[in-house]
Structure formats: C-alpha cells, structure tokens
C-alpha cells in the first residue's frame, strides 16, 4: 500500500491519501481523543505523541499535530498507523459511533421564509466551496443565517489554519455575496 501525503496551508496539518475511499458519505472530524474513541484508526492516531486533530474526507486523512512536535518525526508514524489500519482491514468506525464525530455545533434554526435563501447557500457551498476547501484537507460545514449572515463552522486543516479568515472573508464571503444578494457577511462559529 502506498500512502500519499500532501501538505496543507495550515502548517499544524497534513493530508494522508491512502488511495481508497476513506469515506463513502460526508465527513469526520475528531478534535479530541474522547471523540476519537468512536474510530479504531482516529484512536491510533491520537494516540501518537503530538496529534491533536484527525479528520476524515472522502479520499483522505488530515492530521492536525501541537506546536511542540516535528513532522519528521510525527509523519512516519502517522504513515505506519494509516497502513496498519488498513492491512488489518478493521472497521473505520466502532459499531456504536456517532458518525457525525465532531461535527461541533448543533446548526441553528432557520427562518422558513428564508429557505430560497439558505437553499442558494447550501447549494454553493456544496458545488463550489467545499471541493476546494476538500483538497486543503478541510471542509466547511454551514450552521445556519440569521439576519444576513451565514455562520460555517471549519474542519480539519482549516480548523486553527492561519488562512482560514482570510478564506472566510476573501473567499467564501465574497462569492456568497456576489450570488446571494441577502448575505452580508460570513462568521465562523
């Protein structure tokens, strides 16, 4: 098994490509080692020295590690748990796991009478922000609009990524405000 890696704008993450479906629908995300427990391999990999964020994409692994910890010293091992996981063929979840691990945040309600509005939000997110968002090892989950602002929670190597308000603000701001005129602003939760 070759295992690919990649590296993200967040300098704390890098995203692992084991060259197989690691997710067949939605994401994961485990900011702690309790939530960890929910995923034999987000286990293992908490339990390495250093890590402190593991998220599941569709076709990838993003490792988030402290500040105290080196990647020459943290990738091989990350490398080796990845491959062990894999060649035992064990299970990515526990047969009791909540799969939305980390998802953070509850959404919040949404008027009904904005749900032409909150429809065209999803929708860009969906088609236009989230595969890109993807290939930096993140994604970006909406959590609601309220008063013309859309509120995105950030996960995997955009969570705590240095670019990631520039992202918001520059990036996915922007292009919501260009296609839906009802959104003024876009703030991370």
């Known amino acids: 098994m070759f295992i690919q890696t990649e590296p993200t704008p967040n300098p704390a993450t890098l995203k692992f490509i084991p060259g197989r479906v690691v997710m067949e629908d939605g994401t994961a995300n485990f900011t702690d080692a309790d939530l960890a427990r929910q995923s034999p391999l987000a286990e293992a990999l908490f339990a390495l020295p250093g890590v402190t964020g593991v998220f599941y994409?569709?076709?990838?692994?993003?490792?988030?590690?402290?500040?105290?910890?080196?990647?020459?010293?943290?990738?091989?091992?990350?490398?080796?748990?990845?491959?062990?996981?894999?060649?035992?063929?064990?299970?990515?979840?526990?047969?009791?796991?909540?799969?939305?691990?980390?998802?953070?945040?509850?959404?919040?309600?949404?008027?009904?009478?904005?749900?032409?509005?909150?429809?065209?939000?999803?929708?860009?997110?969906?088609?236009?922000?989230?595969?890109?968002?993807?290939?930096?090892?993140?994604?970006?989950?909406?959590?609601?609009?309220?008063?013309?602002?859309?509120?995105?929670?950030?996960?995997?190597?955009?969570?705590?990524?240095p670019s990631s308000t520039m992202t918001l603000k520059n990036g996915i701001e922007n292009l919501l405000r260009y296609y839906v005129p009802e959104v003024v602003?876009?703030?991370p939760v």
Do not use: N
């Open 185 to 187: 602003e876009v703030r």
């Open 57 to 161: 994409g569709g076709d990838f692994i993003s490792v988030t590690k402290d500040d105290d910890t080196d990647w020459t010293e943290l990738k091989p091992q990350v490398l080796g748990t990845v491959m062990q996981h894999y060649s035992s063929e064990a299970p990515l979840f526990t047969s009791d796991a909540t799969i939305a691990a980390g998802t953070a945040d509850v959404a919040m309600d949404d008027d009904p009478a904005d749900a032409q509005v909150t429809d065209a939000i999803k929708e860009l997110l969906d088609t236009r922000v989230r595969p890109v968002v993807a290939q930096d090892g993140g994604d970006i989950v909406y959590q609601g609009f309220k008063e013309g602002i859309v509120y995105l929670h950030m996960q995997g190597a955009c969570s705590g990524c």
